[in-house]
């Protein structure tokens, strides 16, 4: 079945330094990769999302690259900041299912 | 526009009970998903429905579990006789499918729920 592997499960990263998350997707037909970030006891948020034709895409301090030969896709942020702590998730999407599989998680956490 | 809606946001519930879970989507969006969350996890997969129908349960458990989205008034997951491993919190997404396949999921608050 369809699967979505996302690693590191823990991230810690200095205040101003860079973090990077990465996910691999199995169903070679998904074509759209959302990324959602979750502060503790609150709902799940977008913050950027990618489709398979293209292959990065950036918003400020945050940016997602798509590999689809590889299958897989990377979260990157930049000057990181203590808000930016929290689990952030990827998803790999297939048009015909529109089923949103989510990877296991990552923990974020930016230390002062 | 409200955001997805779901009530309530706790609920306790004794083993054996029953356990109703609502979810209002987005104005518009008619597709609305389940998503369960143990502590500490990821966001597990339940059903997917439109009004009226079920589009894709795999993930709902075989027993105990259904999920319905009415003509009228919010989508419903229904957990009969509660056990302890029930015990997570429940998201609600929904998405404007008109907009094709890359239209993101909006979330709601969730319902955590407790099982004692």
């Known amino acids: 079945g369809e699967n979505v592997e996302q690693h590191p499960s823990t991230l810690s990263v200095q205040e101003g330094d860079s973090a990077v998350i990465k996910c691999t997707y199995s169903?070679?037909?998904?074509?759209?990769f959302p990324w959602y970030k979750q502060e503790l006891g609150k709902r799940p948020q977008l913050i950027i999302d990618?489709?398979?034709?293209?292959g990065e895409k950036k918003d400020q301090r945050i940016a997602v690259t798509l590999n689809k030969t590889a299958k897989h896709f990377s979260l990157h942020i930049t000057e990181t900041q203590p808000e930016d702590s929290a689990v952030y998730f990827c998803a790999a999407v297939t048009s015909g299912t529109y089923k949103y599989i989510f990877g296991t998680g990552t923990r974020l956490k930016v230390l002062a | 526009n409200a955001g997805v809606m779901q009530n309530p946001r706790h609920l306790v519930r004794r083993r054996g009970q029953e356990a109703r879970l609502r979810c209002s989507p987005m104005?518009?969006?008619?597709?609305v998903y389940w998503y369960r969350q143990l502590p500490e996890e990821g966001l597990k997969f339940m059903v997917y429905l439109q009004k009226e129908n079920i589009i894709d349960e795999s993930g709902m458990p075989k027993e105990r579990f259904s999920a319905e989205f009415p003509k009228e008034g919010p989508s419903i997951l229904r957990i009969q006789q509660v056990v302890r491993g029930d015990s997570a919190a429940y998201f609600c997404?929904?998405?404007?499918?008109?907009?094709?396949?890359?239209?993101?999921?909006?979330f709601g608050n969730g319902t955590r729920l407790t099982v004692t």
């Open positions: 990618i489709r398979s034709n293209v």
């Open positions: 997404a929904s998405h404007d499918r008109s907009r094709s396949y890359n239209s993101p999921l909006h």
């Open positions: 104005k518009g969006h008619s597709h």
């Open positions: 169903d070679s037909a998904s074509n759209y």
